[in-house]
T-cell receptor, first 115, second 111 residues
Framework: KAGVTQTPRYLIKTRGQQVTLSCSPI?????VSWYQQTPGQGLQFLFE???????NKGNFPGRFSGRQFSNSRSEMNVSTLELGDSALYLC??????????????FGEGSRLTVL | GESVGLHLPTLSVQEGDNSIINCAYS??????FIWYKQESGKGPQFIID?????DKRQGQRVTVLLNKTVKHLSLQIAATQPGDSAVYFC??????????FGTGTRLKVLA
């Protein structure tokens, strides 16, 4: 069974640009979450999607957005990039259905560098 | 606000010894906890989980202990091996479709 796949693995952008990151969850998983990982803040929750609906959102500015498609694949977008957005963006999927919490399975992440 | 923290940022242990990594959480409503291991350049990898109706759970060479009275989690690794060197995170879930992660503890295994 393939794991969580994130693309691209590495990317470099300049301030003011925007970026779109993609995540394909484990087959059969309908919950997809995104986390930002930085040395200073650790793992911070961005948002979670289930069946194309955002069920929870973390404390990030509106420049951070996401969506989920009918096949459970998810994308996140960051607009007007700032230097502080440089981070490892991790996607995780879960078989959680809403009635029982399931473990998160993480991808390898997309490392974004903003210059 | 909600937080999950770790007492020791770096833990060095001799190969073959047992390791204990601690974690404090602040949300008494959290009912599910996970320990993750993250190696350099990789995403976090599930180690073991525990629900709030338990106080101990054992896996292969790992044991998680949960003390709800003092809101404390610990991860015990038996016979620590060089391959155990990594950063370990605890995470809590309170049923809001998100996890709160601790800051992480780096485990260094000394030969």
């Amino acid at each position: 069974k393939a794991g969580v796949t994130q693309t691209p693995r590495y990317l470099i952008k300049t301030r003011g640009q925007q970026v779109t990151l993609s995540c394909s969850p484990i087959s059969g998983h309908r919950s997809v979450s995104w986390y930002q990982q930085t040395p200073g803040q650790g793992l911070q929750f961005l948002f979670e999607y289930f069946s194309e609906t955002q069920r929870n959102k973390g404390n990030f500015p509106g420049r951070f957005s996401g969506r989920q498609f009918s096949n459970s694949r998810s994308e996140m977008n960051v607009s007007t990039l700032e230097l502080g957005d440089s981070a490892l963006y991790l996607c995780a999927s879960s078989s959680e259905t809403g009635s029982d919490t399931g473990e998160l399975f993480f991808g390898e992440g997309s490392r974004l560098t903003v210059l | 606000g909600e937080s999950v923290g770790l007492h020791l940022p770096t833990l060095s242990v001799q190969e073959g010894d047992n390791s204990i990594i601690n974690c404090a959480y602040s949300n008494s409503a959290s009912d599910y906890f996970i320990w993750y291991k993250q190696e350099s350049g990789k995403g976090p990898q599930f180690i073991i989980d525990i629900r709030s109706n338990m106080d101990k759970r054992q896996g292969q060479r790992v044991t998680v202990l949960l003390n709800k009275t003092v809101k404390h989690l610990s991860l015990q690794i038996a016979a620590t091996q060089p391959g155990d060197s990594a950063v370990y995170f605890c995470a809590e879930n309170s049923g809001t479709y998100k996890y709160i992660f601790g800051t992480g503890t780096r485990l260094k295994v000394l030969a």
